[in-house]
C-alpha cells in the first residue's frame, strides 16, 4: 500500500504567491523562461530556471547555474520570501479549467515505493534530463517543484477535502496568466492529518505518474544516494521522501497529444492518401477542422483539407493495453512503414503539439510551411493510462498530456 505522509511546507506568504508561482520548468525553454519571469523578483523561476540569471552561460547544466539556484534559494529564505510550516501537514492543491475543479492532496511520497512498484509509472525517461533534476535537488536539498500523481478515488479521502474545501477559506487563490485557477488549503488538524495518512495506508494499493516522471526518477535516485551516505540511516529521514500532489483518477482527464510531420518521404498527396487507405477508412471532410470523436477515429490535415481516418478492423488490438493505444496505431499504420518515422524520441522530422493549444495550430504549422500534414488524435483515457502502468507495460512517446500543470512554488519539500 502507499506510503504518504504529511510533511512541514516551506511556502510563499499569501500576499506574493502569485508573483513567486511558476509553471514547471520543463514546459519552457531558458529565452521564455526569461520572459516570464521578467518584472518578477519573486519568481521561482530564478531558482528552477537560474541560468536566466547566468548571462554569457552557454550550459545550463553547468555548476555555476546551480549554484545561482542556492544562492536565490538562500535569499528567497532571508528574505522571508519562503518560510517553513511549524507542523507536518497535507495541503489541498485544486485546479479550475473551463469551468471544472480538481483536487488533490499534496503530501510526501516514498522514494522506497518508486523502488517497489508501489508508485507506478508509464513513461522512460531520459537519462540527461533525470540527471539534471537530481543534481538541482541535491544542490537545493529540496523538492523545489511537485510531481503529478494520481490514484484510485477513494470515497472517504473525497469526504475530508469536501469538507475542508467547505468551511475554509483557501490560503492562496489567484487566476494565472492563462486563466486557470489555483486554489490552496492547509489541513491544520492533527486528527485530519492522521486519517489521511492512516486512509492512504489502508485503501491506495497503488500511485501513478501522472506527469514528471523525470522529477519523480530523480528525487527517488536523490533517495537511494542520500540513504548510502548516512550510516545512521533509519528509513524516516525527510530525504526518503518527496513531494507530489495526489489526485483522485476520477477527477482527471487527459488532453490529446497531436502530431506534426516535415515531409510524406517522398510520396505526393494523392500517393500519400492511398497508403492511408489501406489501414483505415478515409474521407474528405472539407476545410472545417475535424476533431476525432471516438477511440480509433484520427484527423489528418493535408494541404488545406481535413480528413477523418478510421482504423480498419484488424489493425490494433483492444486486448493489449500497448495494441489499443491509438499512437500505436498510427506509428505502425503510418509513420513507421509510410513516413519511415521509427524513433519518435530522436527523429528531427516529427513534432508533437498538445491539445491545449487547439487543432488550429495543427492547420497553422501546416499552413505555414512549416510542416507538411498534421495528426490529430483521440485522447487516452485515464483507464488506459493505469491499464499500462498496471501491466508493466511503457507507453509510447508523448502519449498524454495534462492540463492544468501544477504551479510550481506554492509549496517546497526540503530533506531535512
Not at 126 to 155: H, S
Not at 382 to 401: E, H, V, Y
Amino acid at each position: 500500500m502507499a506510503k504518504i505522509k504529511p510533511f512541514k511546507g516551506l511556502r510563499p506568504p499569501k500576499e506574493i504567491v502569485e508573483e513567486l508561482a511558476c509553471l514547471p520548468y520543463d514546459v519552457m525553454n531558458s529565452e521564455e523562461a526569461a520572459r516570464m519571469a521578467d518584472g518578477k523578483e519573486k519568481s521561482l523561476l530564478r531558482i528552477t530556471k537560474a541560468e536566466i540569471e547566468c548571462p554569457g552561460v552557454d550550459d545550463i547544466h553547468s555548476e555555476i547555474v546551480y549554484n545561482k539556484a542556492v544562492d536565490n534559494f538562500t535569499a528567497f529564505h532571508g528574505k522571508g520570501w519562503l518560510q517553513q510550516d511549524g507542523q507536518a501537514k497535507y495541503y489541498i492543491y485544486a485546479q479550475t479549467m473551463n469551468g471544472k475543479t480538481q483536487y488533490g492532496i499534496v503530501g510526501a511520497a516514498a522514494c522506497a515505493d518508486y523502488e517497489n512498484g508501489i508508485i507506478r509509472k508509464h513513461e522512460l525517461t531520459r537519462p540527461e534530463k533525470e540527471e539534471d533534476r537530481m543534481v538541482l535537488t541535491r544542490y537545493l536539498n529540496a523538492n523545489i517543484e511537485p510531481v503529478f500523481f494520481a490514484y484510485k478515488a477513494v470515497p472517504e479521502i473525497d469526504k475530508i477535502v469536501a469538507e475542508i474545501v467547505k468551511n475554509n477559506p483557501p490560503e492562496y487563490d489567484f487566476t494565472a496568466e492563462d486563466g486557470f485557477g489555483h486554489h490552496f488549503w492547509t489541513i491544520d488538524s492533527v486528527e485530519t492529518n492522521k486519517k489521511i495518512e492512516r486512509l492512504f495506508a489502508e485503501k491506495v494499493p497503488f500511485t501513478y505518474v501522472a506527469d514528471g516522471h523525470h522529477r519523480t526518477a530523480a528525487a527517488a535516485r536523490i533517495g537511494l544516494e542520500k540513504t548510502a551516505q548516512n550510516p545512521n540511516h533509519s528509513g524516516d529521514e525527510e530525504y526518503n521522501f518527496f513531494m507530489a500532489v495526489h489526485f483522485p483518477d476520477d477527477q482527471l482527464q487527459i488532453i490529446d497529444y497531436n502530431r506534426v510531420v516535415a515531409d510524406l518521404n517522398g510520396l505526393s498527396d494523392v500517393d500519400f492518401l492511398a497508403e492511408c487507405s489501406k489501414g483505415f477508412e478515409v474521407v474528405n471532410m472539407g476545410e472545417e477542422i475535424y476533431k476525432p470523436s471516438k477511440l480509433h477515429e484520427f484527423s489528418l490535415y493535408l494541404s488545406g483539407s481535413w480528413y477523418k481516418l478510421t482504423a480498419k478492423e484488424g489493425t490494433y488490438d483492444d486486448e493489449d493495453p500497448i495494441g489499443v493505444l491509438d499512437v500505436t496505431i498510427l506509428s505502425k499504420q503510418i509513420l513507421d512503414p509510410v513516413l519511415d518515422i521509427k524513433d519518435l524520441r530522436t527523429s528531427k522530422r516529427i513534432d508533437f503539439v498538445g491539445g491545449i493549444r487547439g487543432l488550429a495550430e495543427l492547420k497553422r504549422r501546416v499552413d505555414s510551411g512549416e510542416m507538411k500534414a498534421a495528426f490529430a488524435l483521440y485522447p487516452v483515457s485515464m483507464q488506459q493510462l493505469i491499464n499500462i502502468a498496471d501491466s508493466g507495460n511503457i507507453m509510447p512517446p508523448k502519449t498524454t498530456w495534462f492540463e492544468p500543470k501544477l504551479r510550481s512554488g506554492l509549496v517546497i519539500h526540503k530533506l531535512d
